[in-house]
């Protein structure tokens, strides 16, 4: 069974650094897309990245480029998404959601439907306030 389990949120200052963590447990990453979403309060969730295992490379939102950055590590089954700069705005629920490789998505999963993925975290909560 896919399970993911996301963590290393907290509270933090504004202009800080942050970097989740999302665990995978019975599956191999490396045949996974992983994306990465957030939820702010009273807000739509919306998608950060995707890491596409059946394109290759990383995608990201057009709001998200530039401060947000995220990797895998397959020994690890961990993908992570590093945060610089901190902002307010910031401040949501961080989820990672998987697909496996074969199934057809848009290169930029983060983009794809809730239900389009197999697996979701339960979310890390992020908090930017000084």
Known sequence: QVQLVESGGGLVQPGSSLRLSCAGTGFALGDYSIAWFRQAPGKEREGV???????????????????????RDNDKNTVYLQITGLEPEDTAVYYCAAVKRDKRMPIECQRSRERDFDSWGRGTQVTVSS
């Open 49 to 71: 990245s995707c890491s596409n295992a059946r394109e290759g490379g990383t995608y990201y939102t057009d709001s998200m480029k530039g401060r947000f950055t995220a990797s």
